[in-house]
T-cell receptor, first 116, second 112 residues
């Protein structure tokens, strides 16, 4: 089944403890992206990647890192999480580098992160 | 900057039609999308419209696009309780790596 898989689904952590949220897609998509969803703010892009070893900042990159060493994986790293990073995170992928196809983006099921 | 606006809530009775509206500022997009988010789930692509179309019909869903006014709408005919969800309008920004700009989402509540 074509899908984007994120892990974990739920995570509670303490301020300052490094964590990684994994994202993997099995569709050979070139484009991958991370979004965070907050009440009243909708979804905002954190980072995106157009291909292996090519990443760039989105609208809210502060406090996050990403890497794209393989086409299928795009982990999100929080080196020193803070409570304002408590949010619902989504990984997404797209066949096209421009993201503009009739298939749109395929989203993972989300990771609900709580930083205390 | 680019912006996508939606109303936050819509409540309808089962069997009625629902109309969710969206306005956007960027006009370079080739496609415009509607996503559906059910409680505790990710975003599912519901439908899309190509930018040179005015209307697209897909079973109970009708998408209308007014490019002049930069207005997009999603009509759900014969709305069912299973349609209760949050609906997002999403516009890709071509010159920013295909970034999707989302509206705030419209929470559709369907009452029996």
């Amino acid at each position: 089944e074509a899908q984007v898989t994120q892990n974990p689904r739920y995570l509670i952590t303490v301020t300052g403890k490094k964590l990684t949220v994994t994202c993997s897609q099995n569709m050979n998509h070139e484009y991958m992206s991370w979004y965070r969803q907050d009440p009243g703010l909708g979804l905002r892009q954190i980072y995106y990647s157009m291909n292996v070893e090519v990443t760039d900042k989105g609208d809210v990159p502060e406090g996050y890192k990403v890497s794209r060493k393989e086409k299928r994986n795009f982990p999100l790293i929080l080196e020193s999480p803070s409570p304002n990073q408590t949010s619902l995170y989504f990984c997404a992928s797209s066949l096209s580098r421009t993201g503009q196809t009739n298939y749109g983006y395929t989203f993972g099921s989300g990771t609900r992160l709580t930083v205390v | 900057g680019e912006d996508v606006e939606q109303s936050l809530f819509l409540s309808v009775r089962e069997g009625d039609s629902s109309v969710i509206n969206c306005t956007y500022t960027d006009s370079s997009s080739t496609y415009l999308y509607w996503y559906k988010q059910e409680p505790g789930a990710g975003l599912q692509l519901l439908t899309y419209i190509f930018s040179n179309m005015d209307m697209k019909q897909d079973q109970r869903l009708t998408v209308l696009l007014n490019k002049k006014d930069k207005h997009l709408s999603l009509r759900i005919a014969d709305t069912q309780t299973g349609d209760s969800a949050i609906y997002f309008c999403a516009v890709p920004i071509y010159n920013q790596g295909g970034k999707l700009i989302f509206g705030q989402g419209t929470e559709l509540s369907v009452k029996p």
